[in-house]
């Protein structure tokens, strides 16, 4: 019974894949494909072709689009939106993900040319990270540090930096003028901080 529950549960799964908002399921459809139950695994294979040929259908609309008007201000916000929901799914892989986030910092600073705020150069930022351009996101911390110094986004953004290029000595004195500053931080940009002072101590103790 359970096997049979299972597939049904899996059945209406990929019907809501194919008939609701596909990026929904995203996450069971990854945990499916883990399953014991061959049915089940086939089931979510099945789910994530059809993702993949949704969003390459709309890849290729929003492409044609562009083509035709590259200065639309909102046709290029719509754009980055969409590469940032593509993007964030983990559907794309090798080359096709390179492709697809060297387009995604190029439309996002196209973006910031017509108008600069807080969450695009965020945006950036986190790419260019992903994408191990560390020279560029130290020029976006730069510029997000003039406009945003306050903002918690920035230093949390601040703080992944460091740690990623494991600068043990910036990500202290970062931590400091955190407080000395009396820096603002959610929940989210407390936690970031708690596991940052741990790092900084083991970095510390090597």
């Known amino acids: 019974w359970k096997y049979a529950h299972g597939r049904l549960v899996c059945e209406k799964m990929i019907m809501n894949v194919l008939n609701d908002d596909p990026e929904n399921y995203i996450d069971m459809l990854k945990q499916a494909r ?12 099945t789910g994530m072709v059809e993702l993949s040929k949704e969003y390459e259908s709309r890849l290729q609309k929003i492409e044609y689009r562009y083509a035709k008007e ?11 939106d969409f590469l940032q929901e593509y993007l964030s799914q983990g559907l794309l892989e090798g080359q096709m993900e390179l492709v697809q986030r060297n387009q995604y910092i190029k439309l996002l600073k196209k973006k910031l040319k017509f108008k600069e705020d807080l969450h695009t150069y965020v945006c950036l930022a986190e790419n260019q990270m992903q994408m191990k ?3 560029q996101v130290l020029k976006s911390l730069e510029r ?4 945003w110094h306050r903002n918690e986004e920035y230093w949390i953004l601040r ?8 600068q043990g000595k ?4 970062t931590l400091e003028q955190i407080q000395q500053e009396h820096i603002y931080l959610s929940a989210k940009g407390k936690e970031a901080q708690k596991k940052c002072h741990l790092y900084h101590f083991l970095i510390a103790a090597v």
């Not at 910036?170 to 004195?173: P, R, S, T």
């Open 70 to 80: 590259p200065e639309n201000q909102q046709l290029i916000s719509e754009y980055c």
């Open 34 to 45: 883990m399953n014991d139950d061959v049915e089940v695994v086939h089931y979510a294979i």
């Open 159 to 166: 703080i992944r930096y460091y740690v990623e290029l494991k």
């Open 133 to 135: 351009e560390y020279e």
């Open 144 to 147: 997000m540090d003039k406009k």
């Open 170 to 173: 910036e990500l202290k004195e």
